[in-house]
DNA sequence: CTGAAAGCGCTAACAC
DNA sequence: GTGTTAGCGCTTTCAG
């Protein structure tokens, strides 16, 4: 043991009378030991509480084992709850994440890239991050896999596993067209990121193969208190809305609430409907109509993504697309006679 | 720059006509270099991107600047919040968070510090999460600092950050009786936990004071599912109470839902306390008067109290509870003519 | 102030 | 199978 109390293979090998190779080779899944060998081992490791030190293994395989997970926000739900899933998914295969905080700007991912380097992270997930050119080009040199996760990045050439955002904003125009909605408004996600920008697009689309458009679209910025501000804003018009597509549940729960607020019924004066599905849109003060994204499918795909790139650094990058349902709820009024199940 | 395409430090003194050291010493922030020498590594390097390898620091030095976060789960919004505060103030500190989802039992924990040590973690952080007498003991060999963030443990010899919990719980029964309530229920937190234990002894002991005792008290085990049954049960009997005091926020909206779903006004019919103030108990469909625990303060608390045992292994565990201050909002009928603010 | 040399704890050839 | 040997990329004495 050495003068920090770390006890090292050295120390096993000494106590079970074999060289610090053999020991080492027992702690190393692929390797040939003699059962014997393996059992006196294991005994004097167990004695010593001894463990193989990752960061040492690290320098020699050129792998660490450890994932860089950057996250943007935790207030939404959806993003604790993909923090979560992923860990585990990583977790279970043997990964580690290396867990990164960061304002959603690209300066700031700049100074992270630094660290993720610096601690030899054998890929890295973003969630709901804007990544610059600088980013990617540093990660290509340095051969680092990175796949973006609920984020696309039209020509960047890096991997990104969102769902169907497009074709869900169009399923909710279908939804509320066959409703009878008229005035069909949307408070976007914000149109800086590929999410909003194509729930939205998906939505116009939608309205326009009925022959109709929105009634009005506001960029909620996916931000709460401007999503609120928003919905006040489309009620206190001439013409109120019917319905209101809202770029996530996040800014829905915040458009309910301030809905309600001034005395508007959801949904007999207005159907709210939102994107995501987080746990709290099923919750009864909400019982929120929204687009469910897959998030166990979509954190398996990004894990798979990732490892097979880690796996085989010439394989090219992929966008991967997941359905995204409909969930029908008490939010939006419903066609009459209509299915009760999603879409 | 070898094989796999990095960069080493060795590259960047040939470069620059210096030894390796040399450059090293530019890297170390207390070493002594001259200027002029700083300058050539500084360009060679910034030439090959080169940046110092973590790891290779980590063993040499023995401190790897990595904290582990060790997390039960993530659906209860205090959780998120507190691991995004805690990520922030570490990296401000020049930490890294390693990030584990952990079961809450201790044959998970148990597995997760074999990954822990392994990483040669300088602290470890835990949320939430139950810490068994032979972890304890790991860590105290392996001599690993470890705060536990928002769980006392009395006796187990190790650092805490907590809030006042037990007062926490006498500031509400104050608040109820004061409130004309006759018929306090408890839908504790988990009994297995200090948190949950504390906050209902609080309880208790401020009826007590005034001569009163609990209406019913149910283990609500911090689960939704179990809270909502738990305050069905209670409606459902000849005299049901008239306020009811849940353990955590988290809980308290599957109470209040599950209430207003058999007709129960909230606060006219029953008055609804919660615990912890999370963002969500501002939102307008809960409202919820509640006692916050102040977040911020209870991270700093915990990275300092870390960062100083990390600083200096032989000072003594110690475990703060922070004031935690009663908010009123409208889930709560008020003392009549009573003060508006918090407590 | 700087370079040479000795490792940190481990894995991966390489002989035996 | 197993021990020996040579490093992974870096920090840190130790001379100069």
New interface residues.
């Given amino acids: 043991m050495n003068a920090?109390?770390?006890v090292t293979a050295q120390d096993v090998a000494l106590l079970a009378g074999v060289s610090q190779s053999a020991v080492s080779r027992v702690f190393t899944p692929g390797a040939s030991v003699a059962p014997a060998t393996a059992a006196k081992v294991r005994a004097a490791a167990k004695r010593l509480?001894y463990?193989?030190?990752?960061?040492?293994r690290?320098?020699i395989t050129?792998k660490?084992r450890?994932i860089g997970?950057v996250v943007a926000?935790?207030?939404n739900?959806f993003?604790?709850?993909a923090?979560?899933k992923l860990?585990?998914v990583l977790?279970a295969q043997g990964y580690?994440?290396?867990?990164?905080?960061a304002a959603n700007t690209a300066g700031e991912m700049e100074r992270l890239m630094?660290?993720l380097?610096?601690?030899?992270v054998d890929g890295i997930i973003t969630a709901s991050v804007a990544i610059s050119n600088d980013v990617t080009r540093?990660c290509a040199?340095?051969?680092i896999p990175l796949v973006m996760f609920n984020r696309g990045q039209p020509g960047a050439g890096l991997s990104s596993v969102t769902s169907a955002n497009a074709l869900g904003g169009r399923k909710v125009a279908q939804f509320l067209l066959a409703g009878g909605h008229q005035r069909i408004a949307h408070i976007s996600g914000w149109q800086g990121a590929s999410t909003g920008k194509d729930r939205a697009r998906g939505l116009i689309e939608g309205l326009a193969e009925a022959g109709c458009e929105p009634h009005a679209v506001i960029d909620g910025m996916y931000d709460r208190e401007t999503a609120a501000m928003a919905a006040r804003h489309l009620m206190d018009t001439a013409s109120p809305p019917d319905a209101i597509f809202v770029g996530n549940d996040h800014m829905a729960?915040?458009v309910?609430?301030?809905l309600?607020?001034i005395g508007v019924r959801v949904p007999q004066d207005v159907s709210v409907v939102g994107y995501d599905d987080v746990?709290?849109a099923a919750?009864?003060?909400?019982d929120l109509t929204t687009v469910r994204q897959p998030l166990m499918r979509m954190v398996e795909a990004t894990v798979e993504t990732l490892l097979a790139q880690i796996n085989d650094p010439e394989r090219a990058a992929q966008n991967l697309e997941i359905d995204a349902p409909l969930i029908l709820r008490g939010s939006a009024r419903r066609p009459e006679g209509g299915d009760d199940a999603g879409v």
């Fill in positions: 920090s109390g770390r509480g463990r193989p030190n990752s960061l040492a690290a320098m050129g660490s450890i997970l926000y935790l207030d739900q993003y604790p709850v923090v979560e860990s585990l977790q580690h994440v290396l867990l990164f905080m630094e660290d380097l610096a601690y030899q540093q040199q340095a051969g729960f915040a309910m609430d301030s309600r607020a746990p709290m919750w009864g003060a909400y």
